[in-house]
């Protein structure tokens, strides 16, 4: 599996690439910004955009969706939860001082323990409340790619509107604590890290 991962815009969100070797078929996960440089780096990788996902709908995710999808086809899936936070994206970086690129619609959503295809690569879809009503996190291949789920040290914060602190420890220890303990953690803000460090050093848990 090839992984490239891009700190972008203000926020310096976690944009993952994620491509299949084989095939070059490519996934990206959370294009918060700079979209041409996105483009740019899957053109390098010499990788074919296939689909894109948010692991939820605030703005600093979502704001490189428009150019990916309308430059190459491809698809955009979110889940249906986080819909409205996607639609009202720009309302809500206005209130941080901050501007972002509305995003198209969703090709479709996304649902619990669906499995995301990408060339040979597979993907099992883990829903996760409490960040956001429909925050989201892909495991596959040892690799679980986190959104602001889980971070190093810490866990998403739940002060904002949808957030729910009590779900997002409860499906964290329920549905993510249990992935083997090698499994790498790409989180959507800050340092990688592993569901064995976590387990036995965020405070949080």
């Known amino acids: 599996m090839l992984i490239e991962t891009l700190a972008v815009g ?9 491509g299949c070797p084989e095939t070059r078929d490519a996934l990206v996960v959370d294009p918060g910004d700079e979209g041409r440089r996105i483009l740019d780096t899957l053109a390098k990788l010499g990788l074919t955009l296939k689909t894109v996902v948010n692991t939820h709908g605030h703005f600093d995710h979502i704001g490189g969706n428009s150019l990916l999808v309308e430059e190459t086809g491809a698809e955009l899936l979110i889940h249906e939860a986080d819909l409205p936070l996607l639609r009202r994206a720009r309302e809500a970086a206005a209130m941080y ?14 649902q619990e323990d669906e499995i995301l295809t990408v060339g040979t690569l597979h ?43 009590d779900l997002l420890i409860g499906g964290i220890r329920q549905k ?7 499994t790498l953690v790409h989180t959507g803000h800050g340092p990688d890290t592993t569901i064995g460090r976590e387990k036995k050093a965020n405070p949080f848990l």
């Open 10 to 18: 203000p926020l310096q969100v976690n944009c993952c690439i994620v």
């Open 97 to 110: 001082g901050l501007e972002t690129v509305p995003s198209p619609e969703p090709s479709r959503f996304l």
């Open 123 to 165: 993907f099992r879809v883990i829903h996760v409340p409490g960040h956001s009503p429909g925050g989201i996190c892909l495991y596959g291949h040892g690799h679980l790619f986190a959104g602001d789920v889980l971070f190093f040290d810490s866990v998403g914060r739940t002060d904002l509107p949808g957030g729910d602190h």
């Open 176 to 182: 993510l604590l249990t992935l083997p303990e090698g």
